[in-house]
């Protein structure tokens, strides 16, 4: 299984950008796919999640929520992350990764029960 990541770059304080994942295999073939980010110098963390099944809402990290909407695409097997009103420090290389163990919604698994991850992309706001 592969997942591609894109979509970073460089963007200004309030601006947006949309990250894509895309995976060589169908999307809805696992459980949960998410979206984790890790800054320089601190350890990865979470920032969303989806859960297969339509129509469940997804998990959001606290200081995304009302920011960031995660989303897929099931015909292109795509799973993106909007991004809007960013900040410094949502500055980080933004990883996604899939899951095969059950979506709960409210509840957050550890970041090891994620089993497949792309390469990562670099988002970049500056202040």
């Known amino acids: 299984v592969q997942l591609q990541a894109s979509g970073g770059g460089l963007v200004q304080a309030g601006g947006s950008l949309r990250l894509s994942c895309a995976a060589n295999?169908?999307?809805?073939?696992?459980?949960?796919v998410g979206w984790y980010r890790q800054a320089p110098g601190k350890q990865r963390e979470f920032v969303a999640e989806?859960?297969?099944?339509?129509?469940?809402?997804?998990n959001y990290e606290e200081s995304v929520k009302g920011r960031f909407t995660i989303s897929r695409d099931i015909a292109k097997n795509t799973v993106y992350l909007q991004m809007n009103s960013l900040r410094p420090e949502d500055t980080a290389v933004y990883y996604c990764?899939?899951?095969?163990?059950?979506?709960?919604?409210?509840?957050?698994?550890?970041?090891?029960?994620?089993?497949?991850w792309g390469q990562g992309t670099l988002v970049t706001v500056s202040s």
């Open positions: 990764a899939a899951a095969r163990r059950q979506y709960v919604f409210g509840t957050i698994f550890p970041l090891d029960d994620y089993v497949y």
């Open positions: 989806i859960s297969r099944v339509r129509g469940v809402s997804p």
């Open positions: 295999r169908r999307v809805i073939s696992f459980n949960v």
